[in-house]
């Protein structure tokens, strides 16, 4: 059976870095575009950023663009998300999640919607 | 970026009765060259992640009981819990990926009447 199984949260002073992983099995992980969304403590979703199957194309949500990192290693069947100079405000529940959607039906670069979720790791931004 | 409006933000429906979700986007999700409206709901139960429920607005993913209905088209859907169990209080999200970057609803919260 598909399983994500996130790994990395804690607690962090703002403006250092912090790296989470998402460990994937139960499918083939190299196949799928694999995406990090996000989730405030009591409040909604938000996407955080896309890496395609083969890691040649990534894109990410304006609240993170240039301070957090997409990457994935095939081989390992893991998803990465490197996050620095964190903000207070990226305090959240961080899930990765699975994109079944092919190629050919894409309407956007960042691909579509989630089908399996990892049940998340906590970061914690504060000082 | 597409905005999603979900209403109401709560609702409370008895046991067996129906339970209507709105979701209203600020543009058409509805592409062209696939015939799709890329818009997909999910469901949220207290301390797990999404669950997702429907895709292209319409089509239940494997497992979903029937009662879980999507509809709607353009820029107007609805997810319709046809005859509401104890075990679909949760809180429901939208999501739109139809463009970049994808887009969810604030969120409604289903309880028990």
């Known amino acids: 059976q598909v399983q994500l199984v996130e790994s990395g949260g804690g607690v962090v002073q703002p403006g250092r870095s912090l790296r989470l992983s998402c460990a994937a099995s139960g499918f083939t992980f190299s196949s799928y575009p694999m995406h990090w969304v996000r989730q405030a403590p009591g409040k909604g979703l938000e996407w955080v950023a896309v890496i395609k199957y083969d890691g040649s194309n990534k894109y990410y949500g304006d609240s993170v663009k240039g301070r957090f990192t997409i990457s994935r290693d095939n081989s390992k069947n893991t998803l990465f998300l490197q996050m620095d100079s964190l903000r207070a405000e990226d305090t959240a529940v961080y899930y990765c999640?699975?994109?079944?959607?092919?190629?050919?039906?894409?309407?956007?670069?960042?691909?579509?919607?989630?089908?399996?979720w990892g049940q998340g790791t906590l970061v914690t931004v504060s000082s | 970026d597409i905005v999603m409006t979900q209403s109401p933000d709560s609702l409370a429906v008895s046991l067996g009765e129906r339970a209507t979700i709105n979701c209203k986007s600020s543009?058409?999700?509805?592409?062209?060259?696939?015939?799709?409206?890329?818009l997909a709901w999910y469901q949220q139960k207290p301390g797990q992640p999404p669950k997702l429920l429907i895709y292209w607005a319409s089509t239940r993913e494997s497992g979903v009981p029937d009662r879980f209905t999507g509809s709607g088209s353009g820029t107007d859907f609805t997810l319709t819990i046809g005859s509401l169990q104890a075990e679909d209080v949760a809180v429901y999200y939208c999501?739109?990926?139809?463009?970049?970057?994808?887009?969810f609803g604030q969120g409604t919260k289903v309880e028990i009447k």
């Open positions: 543009q058409s999700v509805l592409y062209s060259s696939t015939n799709k409206h890329y």
């Open positions: 999640a699975r994109d079944p959607l092919p190629v050919r039906f894409a309407a956007a670069g960042s691909g579509g919607y989630f089908d399996y």
């Open positions: 999501h739109q990926y139809y463009s970049t970057p994808p887009t």
